[in-house]
C-alpha cells in the first residue's frame, strides 16, 4: 500500500469492497463440504439419466428385433 495514498485509494487489492450483482441469498459463501454434495447431486442426476436412456435404447432395440423376428 502507498502511504501517500489518497483516502479513496487505500482499499485496493484484497482488502477492496466486493460488489454484489446478485441476490442475497446467492451470495452466500458455501463450505466445501456443500459444494461437494451439490457436485454429488448433479453427478447423480446425469447417471441417471444417462441410464434411463441406455434402458430406453435398449428396449427399442429389443422391439425392433422382435418385429424382425416376426416378420
Do not use: C, F, W
Request: aromatic content about 2%.
Amino acid at each position: 500500500m502507498d502511504p501517500y495514498a489518497k483516502p479513496g485509494e487505500h482499499k485496493v487489492g484484497e482488502r477492496r469492497p466486493q460488489i454484489k450483482h446478485v441476490a442475497p441469498e446467492e451470495t452466500q459463501r458455501k463450505n466445501r463440504q456443500e459444494r461437494h454434495r451439490e457436485k454429488q447431486q448433479v453427478a447423480a442426476e446425469r447417471r441417471a439419466i444417462k441410464k434411463s436412456a441406455r434402458r430406453h435404447l435398449q428396449r427399442q432395440l429389443q422391439r425392433s428385433l422382435d418385429e424382425a423376428e416376426i416378420d
